[in-house]
């Protein structure tokens, strides 16, 4: 197998490495036949370097290529996954949640291509996941606790089909389930997700997630895309390890 993959700048999630929902989403293509992908990290992803693909049972590897020794970056398998037992909130209640969004000041990592405030439109995804609120806009701290944001799609997303390219896709379930678990700072360990249906950039997405309980340092969490209409477009499952801090940006 002589796959390669790069991981390009813009697609950051911590400041100087790949976001690991869109990273491993991208990879997840080169294994076409699985219905879902179980992709772990192993390392920070490297940005703008070729990155090789290795067969690995069932799977891939995913590995840098320097000629002073190779560094695991991912693996990926294919998994089962069942549907989440959770329902859209729909597009409004959404947006409640989303409002209240923390300011770039607050967030750990406002330059991520999916979830920073300080991404330009049609740069980053700008999902923004917030607690759940009643129409007044208060959290109800007896109601079973969910994110939700809604994402609207840029047409530069889409594919040749038309439709969302699947690493947006996988992005877009990512940051979610971290603001789901609020036990910053986290970074992303594994990720295994389903695509049941890829939509066009013309309608909003409404993005959820919810924790799933924690040992130790790892914390686990579910997120879900549905459409405006409320139909299950794609879910995921993630293990997420807190960490004492993220690595400050590269001077450059």
Same mark, same amino acid.
Request: charged share 20%; with cysteine.
């Given at each position: 197998?002589?796959?390669?993959?790069?991981?390009?700048?813009?697609?950051?999630?911590?400041?100087d490495s790949g976001n690991g929902g869109y990273s491993a989403g991208l990879a997840a293509q080169l294994l076409p036949k699985a219905l879902a992908v179980e992709a772990t990290i192993r390392a920070p992803i490297p940005l703008d370097r070729?990155? *090789?693909?290795?067969? +690995?049972?069932?799977?891939?590897?995913?590995?840098?290529? %320097?000629? !002073? &020794? #190779? =560094?695991?970056?991912?693996?990926?398998?294919?998994?089962?996954?069942?549907?989440?037992?959770?329902?859209?909130?729909?597009?409004?209640?959404?947006?409640?949640?989303?409002?209240?969004?923390?300011?770039?000041?607050?967030?750990?990592?406002?330059?991520?291509?999916?979830?920073?405030?300080?991404?330009?439109?049609?740069?980053?995804?700008?999902?923004?996941?917030?607690?759940?609120?009643?129409?007044?806009?208060?959290?109800?701290?007896?109601?079973? *606790?969910?994110?939700? +944001?809604?994402?609207?799609?840029?047409?530069?997303?889409? %594919?040749? !089909? &038309? #439709? =969302?390219?699947?690493?947006?896709?996988?992005?877009?379930?990512?940051?979610?389930?971290?603001?789901?678990?609020?036990?910053?700072?986290?970074?992303?360990?594994?990720?295994?997700?389903?695509?049941?249906?890829?939509?066009?950039?013309?309608?909003?997405?409404?993005?959820?997630?919810?924790?799933?309980?924690?040992?130790?340092?790892?914390?686990?969490?579910?997120?879900?895309?549905?459409?405006?209409?409320?139909?299950?477009?794609?879910?995921?499952?993630?293990?997420?390890?807190?960490?004492?801090?993220?690595?400050?940006?590269?001077?450059?």
């Amino acid at each position: 197998m002589t796959d390669t993959l790069t991981i390009a700048r813009r697609f950051n999630g911590p400041h100087d490495s790949g976001n690991g929902g869109y990273s491993a989403g991208l990879a997840a293509q080169l294994l076409p036949k699985a219905l879902a992908v179980e992709a772990t990290i192993r390392a920070p992803i490297p940005l703008d370097r070729t990155l *090789r693909v290795h067969p +690995a049972g069932d799977g891939i590897d995913i590995m840098t290529d %320097d000629v !002073s &020794g #190779r =560094i695991l970056i991912m693996s990926l398998q294919p998994t089962h996954l069942e549907a989440p037992n959770v329902q859209s909130p729909g597009l409004q209640a959404a947006q409640v949640a989303a409002h209240k969004f923390r300011d770039p000041d607050d967030h750990v990592l406002p330059h991520c291509f999916v979830c920073g405030p300080n991404r330009d439109v049609g740069d980053g995804l700008r999902i923004f996941a917030d607690w759940l609120k009643d129409p007044s806009g208060i959290e109800n701290p007896n109601a079973f *606790r969910i994110v939700a +944001a809604p994402w609207q799609p840029v047409p530069g997303l889409a %594919d040749s !089909s &038309g #439709r =969302i390219a699947p690493e947006y896709l996988w992005a877009a379930l990512d940051c979610p389930g971290a603001f789901a678990i609020d036990k910053e700072p986290i970074l992303l360990g594994r990720m295994s997700a389903r695509i049941i249906s890829r939509p066009t950039t013309d309608a909003p997405i409404v993005v959820v997630a919810w924790a799933k309980g924690h040992d130790r340092r790892k914390h686990f969490a579910g997120s879900a895309l549905f459409n405006e209409a409320g139909d299950l477009l794609a879910f995921s499952e993630q293990t997420w390890i807190q960490i004492n801090a993220h690595a400050p940006p590269k001077e450059i």
